[in-house]
């Protein structure tokens, strides 16, 4: 609909969807109603050409991701995931936290999430229980750098869990670049793979190009390096905007590799 004929699901799995925001602006309620909101992207017609140019979805990307899930197997993505790897292997994973486990979640600190038309206006909203308690499936997911570093075990040749949910011929897609260009949202040039960003000079995240990565707000890092089999994952409740302190993640990563290497 509205000009979305050939957006793939690949488009969204590499941010070329062309529907990296919600126009007009989603309302603060609607965004907890999930089939208003996804009616709402279905109704849109591309911001940029799908398919042609990149721009990061870091709160739509779970509604079409999501969505999809939904079609497909009936289940929603937090139900699919708890029901497919983390509660078979006991990982500390969350999308959509159970009551019991919401006393255990670091409040975030510093109101640095500026208003956008991409998702919470506040960083109260993410201290919330209405928050933690709702999928959205590219912004809320609650774990651990332990349990994300558990989970991203799938993409290296010895996983720490016994599970393939993700099917022959995946690495190949992750390896992929699909992307190598400017970034409109975040002001950076990005290397987009399927689901992963790729090393790149602008982000030197890995010490080779086997390296497939991302990051979030304060620094949050998922780095798996597939040469070497290597996971780091760096999590903290601090939020800054800069991506500054990406880099600094960065170096986090790069002590990690030296500490294999020593």
């Known amino acids: ?70 079609r497909v197997t009936g289940q929603t993505m ?46 109260a909203d993410v201290n919330t229980a209405r928050w933690q308690a709702s999928e959205f499936p590219s912004s809320n997911g609650h774990g651990n750098a332990r349990s994300v570093a558990q989970l991203l075990s799938l993409l290296t040749r010895h996983p720490t869990i016994d599970s393939d949910p993700l099917g022959e011929g995946a690495l190949d897609l992750v390896r992929t670049v699909d992307w190598d260009g400017p970034d409109p949202v975040t002001g950076t040039n990005v290397r987009m793979g399927v689901g992963f960003g790729h090393s790149s000079r602008s982000m030197p995240v890995g010490v080779n190009d086997e390296t497939v990565w991302w990051a979030g707000l304060g620094g949050s890092m998922a780095v798996v390096d597939l040469e070497q089999d ?33």
């Open 78 to 123: 937090g139900d699919w995931i708890r029901a497919e790897l983390t509660e078979p292997h006991d990982i500390d994973f969350h999308l959509g936290v159970p009551k019991p486990v919401r006393v255990r979640i670091a409040e975030t600190d510093h109101a640095a999430m500026p208003p956008s038309n991409d998702g919470p206006d506040r960083v």
């Open 230 to 262: 290597l996971v780091v994952v760096y999590a903290m409740n601090r939020m800054f905007p800069s991506t500054d302190h990406v880099m600094r993640s960065i170096r986090v990563v790069h002590a990690a590799h030296a500490a294999v290497r020593a």
């Open 1 to 70: 609909a509205a000009g979305k004929g050939d957006v793939t699901v690949r488009h969204a799995l590499t941010h070329l969807a062309g529907l990296h925001e919600f126009r007009p602006p989603l309302e603060h309620e609607t965004m907890f109603d999930w089939d208003e909101s996804c009616a709402r992207l279905a109704a849109q017609p591309p911001i940029r050409p799908p398919g042609e140019a990149f721009a990061y979805h870091a709160f739509t990307q779970g509604f079409l991701l999501g969505e999809v899930v939904r």
